[in-house]
């Protein structure tokens, strides 16, 4: 019996025959379907990365000398302005640090402080360098006094200052279990330092001696501190805290500040001083007023603000978390001349 070539097919070699026939098909539906396929469109993303602010951004510090501004945060960033505000470029340094504040000289030289142990110096060319600080637990804060001197603060109550832009320095320190948080040089001879615990310093030499001045009531943790005079002078904290001083830390009073947000940025320009703090509270106050009180119209923030400098003429520069970058005018200043540069 002759049995013809096809006539009967074992279940295993059907199988083998669908498959070969529905390979091809899923080869072709597959082709079709990446030709349908529309091409990623990432225009979006690389106009988002190319503004000077990312939502991302965890602003720390402001500072400013003449027309030029820097604002300083965490992953590197640094938002440099040549106009006052009015326009910004971006820079993330190498290693991404975590920048805790920035200082202007009275020379124009920019320094700024990361959270480990380096200190980052603006260049004439516009590049920044890295300086290896004494060892140094967190620092915390900086400042740069009127012979150009760099103070840097932070734990065991340490301060370190340099001479010779950064190259060599000397420490001193309390000898106590406790950080440093907030410095400032008022002019050549006076400075203020405040800490944990309602810590206060004062020096009268130029930083020779400092010398503890009258603690802040409750060991108040300050956040921030400003003197417009040797005199007279503010810190804040949590709870919309606010103590004044009118004696040189001799002793200290509360203020109303019209708010519970924690406060964690204040300056001051001419007779105008801001504060700034979390969910975007920005409160102002006018030397010889009786309280602080909200700023009405001021640019609203998702987060906290905690950089703050003047710029003149009731103007500031705020920053914070979100890419919160913007200028504010106080009652009685002039039109703004910055922009807000925040990521919307």
Request: charged share 15%; glycine share 14%.
């Amino acid at each position: 019996m002759t049995i013809r070539s096809g006539a009967r097919q074992s279940k295993g070699s059907r199988g083998r025959r669908h498959a070969a026939l529905v390979w091809p098909c899923w080869t072709i539906l597959a082709t079709l379907l990446v030709g349908c396929e529309a091409p990623l469109d990432l225009t979006a993303v690389d106009a988002a990365s190319a503004l000077p602010t990312h939502r991302a951004d965890l602003f720390q510090a402001v500072a400013r000398h003449a027309d030029k501004v820097v604002v300083v945060g965490g992953m590197g960033t640094v938002l440099q302005s040549a106009d006052g505000g009015g326009s910004w470029h971006r820079t993330t340094l190498p290693g991404k640090p975590f920048l805790m504040d920035v200082a202007a000289c009275p020379d124009g030289r920019l320094y700024a402080v990361e959270q480990t142990d380096g200190l980052w110096s603006l260049e004439p060319d516009g590049s920044w360098n890295r300086l290896a600080l004494p060892e140094m637990t967190e620092p915390q804060a900086l400042s740069c006094d009127a012979s150009a001197r760099i103070w840097v603060i932070g734990g065991y109550s340490t301060i370190l200052h340099s001479a010779d832009g950064g190259a060599s320095w000397e420490s001193w320190s309390l000898e106590e279990d406790l950080y440093l948080t907030t410095i400032q040089f008022i002019d050549r001879d006076h400075g203020v330092v405040t800490g944990e615990f309602g810590t206060v310093l004062v020096t009268a030499d130029g930083g020779s001696t400092w010398v503890r001045a009258a603690d802040l009531p409750d060991s108040f943790y300050p956040q921030a501190a400003y003197f417009a005079n040797p005199a007279t002078g503010w810190v804040v904290g949590l709870n919309g805290t606010i103590w004044a001083t009118t004696d040189g830390a001799q002793s200290w009073h509360s203020m109303q500040s019209g708010s519970n947000a924690p406060l964690y940025g204040i300056a001051g320009i001419d007779d105008t001083l801001l504060a700034v703090g979390e969910n975007g509270a920005v409160l102002h106050h006018k030397l010889g007023d009786a309280a602080w009180a909200p700023l009405e119209g001021a640019p609203r923030s998702r987060g906290y603000l905690r950089g703050v400098a003047g710029l003149g003429d009731g103007h500031f520069v705020v920053a914070g978390g979100g890419g919160a970058v913007f200028a504010v005018t106080a009652p009685d200043g002039a039109a703004p001349t910055g922009q807000e540069a925040h990521d919307e």
